[in-house]
Structures are given as C-alpha cells and as structure tokens.
C-alpha cells in the first residue's frame, strides 16, 4: 500500500501550500494561487483572457489583482496587441490621458520622479477593441452591400477615426500633412473608402450620385453613426436625419423657439459642426474635407483615378473580367460592443433604411435620396437653421 501512496512535495509546491494554505487537508493543489508566485507566467495566461474576464478575475482575486497592479501596462498593452495590433498603435493609449490611470505600483516618469506616471487602463483597452470591431464591421457591412475595400482600409478608417478625436482644425492639419502618418497610399485609400459609401448610398440605376449622406456623417464624432447608418439601425427614417442634420448644420437659430425643433434642443443645433463640438466658433473642416485638400497639395492627381476607384473590387484590372462579390463575407464578431465607452448614435430598431441596399436593384430603394436632398437644398421647411446647403 506505502507504494501508492503520493510522493513528497516539491520545493515550490510545498512553498506554496504553506503560503497560501490552499489545498490544507485535502491533499490537492491550487493552482491559480500557484501561478500567482510566477507572475510572468500568469500575465501570459492572462493575455488569452476575454476582457470581461480579465476585468472579473482583477476585481475578485486579491492575488491576481496585485500581480496586475504591479504590471498594468504589461498586462493591458499585452491583450490590446495580441487581440487588436493596428487599433492599439492607432489610438495610443499617450494621446487619451482621460482613459489612463496613475500607476498602481508607484512608479514615477521617466522624466520627473516626483511624479507617478501614467498606464493604460481597462477602459482604454475595451475602447481599443470596441473601436476594432467596429471597423471590421464597417468593411464587412459595405461589402455585404456588393462593394469590396482593400485590405488596408482597416487601417485607414481608424486613422480617420482617430482624427475624428480631434475637434481643432489645426491640430488636425498638423496630422494629415505627417506622412509617416499619413502616406500617399493611405490618402488614396481614404478617397477609395469615400467613394465606395457614396456608392452604398446611391441607386446604382435612378440614384444621381449625390454625397450629402457621405459628408453628413464624415462631419460627426465617431464611426459608430456610420456602422448603425449601414446596418440599418440608425438614420433609418427622415425625422433621424433631420435631427442629424440640425445637430451638423449652421445658420441663424434666433428665431428658433427655446425648446428647439424636431426633438433637437437650441443650444445642440449645429454643434457639431464647430470646433471643439459647439465651444468654438469656427466651422470643423470634415475628415473628408481635409484628406482631399491633402491629396491636391501632395499633387497626387487622383481626380484622375476616379474611375478605378468606382470599378475596384468589381473587374479585375488585369483580365478585365467581372469579379464576383462575397456573398457571405466572413463574419466580425461583436462581442465587444458592450464594452464601449463610445456614445450611441440613436439605435433603433432595424427596419427600412434610407441606404440603398445595392444586392437588390428594384426601384423602391432610392427612398432616401429625397429627404436628403430635400433638407441639404433647404426647402425641408427647417425654419433659418438649415435654410442652403452650405452647411454640409
């Protein structure tokens, strides 16, 4: 019977029983508590983890939230690179001091070591993730629509996100002429992105290619208006827009009764539109104002390159052979829409939008162009906010 009996402890298991207690009288072993004595070990089982779950096991385990606290930004630049690369160098966690904590370890700056310096926290992490899902639902949205985006156009829409964070014209100036930031490629890129929504947005048979939806919601604050605008949750009826449209144009509002009009209060009309989001008084030139202005001051010519741009993804450029849109691109989870600290965009329910859905030619889905160019235009009876349509 002695020979079935289990051999003595090792050091470390030992060292570690007698530590924790764990597993006293029972002769099993804990292993988590384990881990927590080799927390190198335990940051790299910790980069496989959901953030829900990261965020769970730190707020219930004494142990591990130590092991986190003493390596923060390890633990959080470890997840947001392994899960979401391009996203996490994007939006550096340096340039979002508001989503940043002091470090809990103590550790002072480099520069000044009177003051501790500041790491990366869980809510810049799930910001990073919520802002790379989006994205990838953003192209694979637009190709479920029939047209297709390079590969980079991932890159690019969060680079343009991430001037979207910026409400002050010369800082976003100062951006967009950084070509380390900004390359010739990126630029074109961009054009190409802003021509596919065009593209999604008009009837490819009666629609007359007007773009007032595209810059309507390249004038707002986040991508997730144009995510809900594509998949039919927001914007999906003319008083939506309307609302939209006010919170972006310009014009008098003296006349406007107090409470404001069409759900949309006084002091919110036209916000949007100026620099630092209504605390300014100069108009906040749109992401796609500025890419264009860029492109003609690189003198890149791509008002030459238009008609490539509309026929990319749909004939081969070298067989000159029709390619066939994915019927079923490959899907993007979203398991991380629920950990935005990003504001939602009125979500609705899903019903008829004003997009075109370009799988289906019938006549009936070209019912947005009206109201958009009906109030772009001013003759939506907006009273003096949205009379001309200089205001998208």
Same mark, same amino acid.
């Given at each position: 019977?002695?020979?079935?009996?289990?051999?003595?402890?090792?050091?470390?298991?030992?060292?570690?029983?007698?530590?924790?207690?764990?597993?006293?009288?029972?002769?099993?072993?804990?292993?988590?508590?384990?881990?927590?004595?080799?927390?190198?070990?335990?940051?790299?089982?910790?980069?496989?983890?959901?953030?829900?779950?990261?965020?769970?096991?730190?707020?219930?385990?004494?142990?591990?939230?130590?092991?986190?606290?003493?390596?923060?930004?390890?633990?959080?630049?470890?997840?947001?690179? &392994?899960?979401?690369?391009?996203?996490?160098?994007?939006?550096?966690?340096?340039?979002?001091?508001?989503?940043?904590?002091?470090?809990?370890?103590?550790?002072?700056?480099?520069?000044?070591?009177?003051?501790?310096?500041?790491?990366?926290?869980?809510?810049?992490?799930?910001?990073?993730?919520?802002?790379?899902?989006?994205?990838?639902?953003?192209?694979?949205?637009?190709?479920?629509?029939?047209?297709?985006?390079?590969?980079?156009?991932?890159?690019?829409?969060?680079?343009?996100?991430?001037?979207?964070?910026?409400?002050?014209?010369?800082?976003?100036?100062?951006?967009?002429?950084?070509?380390?930031?900004?390359?010739?490629?990126?630029?074109?890129?961009?054009?190409?992105?802003?021509?596919?929504?065009?593209?999604?947005?008009?009837?490819?048979?009666?629609?007359?290619?007007?773009?007032?939806?595209?810059?309507?919601?390249?004038?707002?604050?986040?991508?997730?208006?144009?995510?809900?605008?594509?998949?039919?949750?927001?914007?999906?009826?003319?008083?939506?827009?309307?609302?939209?449209?006010?919170?972006?144009?310009?014009?008098?509002?003296?006349?406007?009764?107090?409470?404001?009009?069409?759900?949309?209060?006084?002091?919110?009309?036209?916000?949007?539109?100026?620099?630092?989001?209504?605390?300014?008084?100069?108009?906040?030139?749109?992401?796609?104002?500025?890419?264009?202005?860029?492109?003609?001051?690189?003198?890149?010519?791509?008002?030459?390159?238009?008609?490539?741009?509309?026929?990319?993804?749909?004939?081969?450029?070298?067989?000159?052979?029709?390619?066939?849109?994915?019927?079923?691109?490959?899907?993007?989870?979203?398991?991380?829409?629920?950990?935005?600290?990003?504001?939602?965009?009125?979500?609705?329910?899903?019903?008829?939008?004003?997009?075109?859905?370009?799988?289906?030619?019938?006549?009936?889905?070209?019912?947005?162009?009206?109201?958009?160019?009906?109030?772009?235009?001013? &003759?939506?009876?907006?009273?003096?906010?949205?009379?001309?349509?200089?205001?998208?």
């Amino acid at each position: 019977m002695s020979g079935n009996r289990p051999g003595p402890l090792t050091q470390g298991e030992s060292s570690y029983r007698n530590a924790r207690g764990s597993g006293a009288g029972t002769g099993g072993f804990d292993l988590f508590t384990a881990l927590t004595g080799r927390p190198y070990l335990l940051i790299e089982i910790a980069r496989h983890l959901s953030v829900n779950a990261l965020v769970k096991l730190y707020s219930i385990s004494r142990d591990f939230h130590t092991v986190v606290d003493t390596h923060m930004t390890t633990v959080v630049m470890s997840q947001a690179i &392994s899960k979401c690369n391009n996203a996490a160098r994007t939006f550096s966690y340096t340039t979002y001091k508001s989503l940043c904590i002091l470090d809990p370890s103590g550790r002072p700056k480099p520069d000044n070591a009177d003051e501790v310096r500041l790491v990366p926290s869980f809510r810049w992490l799930r910001m990073v993730m919520f802002r790379e899902t989006v994205v990838r639902r953003i192209v694979a949205q637009v190709s479920r629509l029939g047209h297709k985006l390079p590969p980079r156009a991932t890159l690019v829409l969060k680079k343009i996100w991430f001037m979207m964070d910026i409400s002050i014209n010369d800082k976003r100036s100062r951006l967009i002429h950084n070509t380390r930031f900004w390359s010739n490629l990126d630029l074109y890129v961009a054009t190409l992105i802003f021509v596919k929504l065009d593209m999604c947005f008009t009837d490819p048979t009666t629609g007359d290619g007007e773009t007032y939806l595209r810059r309507l919601l390249m004038g707002q604050r986040s991508l997730t208006t144009l995510l809900y605008t594509l998949e039919r949750k927001g914007i999906v009826d003319q008083l939506e827009l309307i609302q939209l449209y006010l919170e972006y144009t310009s014009g008098s509002i003296e006349n406007l009764p107090a409470r404001g009009i069409f759900g949309v209060p006084k002091s919110a009309i036209g916000n949007t539109q100026l620099e630092g989001w209504g605390t300014g008084h100069i108009k906040l030139m749109r992401i796609d104002e500025i890419v264009m202005l860029e492109s003609i001051k690189r003198r890149l010519g791509f008002e030459l390159r238009y008609p490539q741009m509309l026929l990319w993804g749909h004939v081969d450029p070298v067989t000159l052979i029709t390619c066939t849109p994915d019927s079923d691109p490959k899907p993007v989870g979203d398991e991380t829409d629920s950990e935005s600290d990003e504001p939602s965009p009125r979500p609705g329910p899903v019903k008829k939008s004003l997009i075109n859905p370009s799988a289906s030619y019938s006549s009936s889905t070209h019912t947005y162009a009206s109201p958009i160019r009906m109030i772009c235009l001013g &003759s939506g009876g907006g009273g003096k906010a949205g009379a001309g349509r200089e205001g998208i």
